[in-house]
């Protein structure tokens, strides 16, 4: 399977804990989107990537909240003492940007995250 | 900021209706504007796009027209399916990413 996959799929913290998520986007792609998805809502806009540069970051990304794309292939997003609030979906995707302009993203299965 | 207002769910039907679920978005710049679709246990894929006015996007039997003049992207079907049961999204992309619509879920009884 050369799609956007995700790890853990399933992940349950207690409050106060460190977690972090993996993203392997489809290998030629050089966007890579995080979002995060609550119940009954459609995914939020954290941050992306094009290759290993940030280039826009969501107020929603509080200082509790990292993002890295090292070597410009998979990410990592980290989040520093969970709150209850941190509960949610975390969704991964990847795009291959070639001109400016729209470009279809390919989503991940999503990392559930619940914190305790 | 920009917006999208999307038809709220969930919305049931019987398999050969006719299905609409309205999107409307802010008028902010000139964004393309897609369709995503989620169906149960299985991430989100593109279902179909128009990036500019007049534009007709297709795919599956589902058709939805970019209308600037009422800044809407509704998302229409002649007959659906049972197999059409999944969560729908209305997702303008401004400027480098999406805004995704609170999302409509469709129930096709057969």
């Known amino acids: 399977d050369t799609g956007v996959s995700q790890d853990p799929r399933h992940k349950i913290t207690k409050r106060g804990q460190n977690v972090t998520f993996r993203c392997d986007p489809i290998?030629?792609?050089?966007?890579l989107y995080w979002y995060r998805q609550t119940l009954g809502q459609g995914p939020e806009f954290l941050t992306y990537?094009?290759?290993?540069?940030?280039?826009?970051k969501s107020r929603l990304l509080s200082d509790r909240f990292s993002a890295e794309r090292p070597k410009g292939s998979f990410s990592t997003l980290e989040i520093q003492r969970t709150e209850q609030g941190d509960s949610a979906m975390y969704l991964c995707?990847?795009?291959?940007?070639?001109?400016?302009?729209?470009?279809?993203?390919?989503f991940g299965p999503g990392t559930r995250l619940t914190v305790l | 900021g920009n917006s999208v207002t999307q038809m709220e769910g969930p919305v049931t039907l019987s398999e050969e209706a006719f299905l609409t679920i309205n999107c409307t978005y802010t008028a902010t710049g000139y964004p393309s504007l897609f369709w995503y679709v989620q169906y149960p246990g299985e991430g989100l894929q593109l279902l179909l796009k128009a990036t500019k006015a007049d534009d007709k996007g297709s795919n599956k039997g589902f058709e939805a027209t970019y209308r600037k003049e009422t800044t809407s992207f509704h998302l229409e079907k002649g007959s659906v399916q049972v197999s059409d049961s999944a969560v729908y999204f209305c997702a303008p992309f401004y400027g480098q990413n999406f805004v995704f619509g609170p999302g409509t879920r469709l129930s096709v009884l057969p």
């Open positions: 990537f094009q290759n290993e540069a940030q280039l826009e």
């Open positions: 290998s030629e792609h050089n966007r």
């Open positions: 995707a990847s795009s291959l940007v070639a001109l400016a302009g729209a470009n279809e993203q390919f």
